[in-house]
């Protein structure tokens, strides 16, 4: 009987030392991180990252709007203009006492131009090229455009009056240098020289006449 109540007695003993072990145990997994946690890799979500500068920040603005393209150059109207053109005066038949000659007007612009209505005439002289008398008057109709490619060459007839039919004191006949030319439509103006004789004061009718220009 007595040996019988030993073995219970270590029997209980050792349940009891069991159970004390077990939580010990427990108690120092719940205080004591697991190790393997602090191998593993980063979470999937993105690292952090130093925080964006503030409104207040000393970088630059991005521009808000592109730099405006420079418009575009303005395109030839397609007329003949003093400097696509040589001039030149041919010719010199009489009637009534005006003298016809042909002004003739040569694309030289390495382009094609136009050309339409009644170039401005006038009689020039002296060094710096000032006006003798008025402009030549317009006879007939405005023809139509007249289209010239490198190298091609239109025309108009100018009438020269013989200025010593005019009273010499209303004339006052001066020795003229050539004539100023301004094509149809243009403000630069050329010079032909072809030495004359004009009328530097007023006069009846008119002392030059031209015509409007045609192909040729």
């Known amino acids: 009987m007595t040996m019988v109540r030993s073995k219970i007695i270590s029997i209980g003993g050792l349940v009891a030392g069991t159970a004390g072990l077990l939580l010990l145990s427990a ?33 630059p603005a991005p521009t808000s709007q592109p730099a405006e393209a420079p418009p575009p ?6 007329l003949c203009k003093a400097g696509d053109v040589k001039l030149s005066v041919a010719g010199g038949d009489g009637a009534a006492g005006t003298v016809y000659r042909t002004l003739v007007i040569t694309n030289t612009s390495g382009h094609q131009c136009t050309i339409q209505g009644f170039p401005g005439v006038s009689y020039v002289t002296g060094a710096d090229g000032h006006q003798v008398g008025e402009a030549a008057f317009r006879t007939g109709d405005k023809g139509g455009p007249v289209q010239l490619n490198n190298g091609e060459s239109a025309s108009t007839d100018i009438g020269f009056v013989n200025v010593r039919n005019y009273d010499e004191a209303a004339c006052k006949p001066t020795e003229t240098r050539g004539l100023r030319v301004y094509l149809p439509q243009e403000t630069a103006s050329n010079f ?23 192909k040729g």
């Open 192 to 214: 032909v020289a072809v030495q004359g004789l004009g009328c530097a004061g007023k006069v009846p009718g008119n002392q030059l006449t031209v015509k409007t220009v045609h």
């Open 73 to 78: 150059a303005s395109k030839s109207d397609g």
């Open 27 to 59: 108690c120092g997994s719940q205080s004591t991180p697991v190790a393997q946690n602090s191998s593993m890799p980063p979470s999937s979500s993105a690292p952090e990252t130093s925080a964006a500068p503030s409104a207040s920040s000393s970088s």
